[in-house]
């Protein structure tokens, strides 16, 4: 379970990265252009942020969890990894 747990703080750790970057992107953009699309973005990446931190802190002080349940959310914050990361490449293209 160990090795789950060091998996989810790292895919958790990195997606707050990746999200500052589109938060910064998005942010910069909505104050030149003031469009409600980029800000919409910007407040969906904040509030994914604001998830994803939390997420951290429960995988940092991890509360009894049953394996199967520490693995899905695992798997979960790998895919969030994977969307994430490619709305970082879109994005930054």
Not at 38 to 55: H, I, M
Not at 60 to 71: D, E, K
């Amino acid at each position: 379970m160990t090795l789950t747990l060091d998996v989810a703080r790292v895919a958790a750790g990195v997606n707050i990265l990746l999200l500052l970057v589109l938060l910064g992107i998005w942010g910069r953009s909505y104050l030149e252009v003031r469009s409600k699309h980029t800000l919409g973005s910007a407040v969906f990446a904040a509030f994914l942020l604001a998830e994803n931190a939390l997420a951290l802190f429960y995988y940092l002080n991890p509360p009894q969890m049953s394996t199967p349940a520490v693995r899905a959310m695992m798997y979960l914050q790998i895919l969030e990894f994977v969307g994430i990361a490619f709305l970082v490449y879109v994005t930054w293209d």
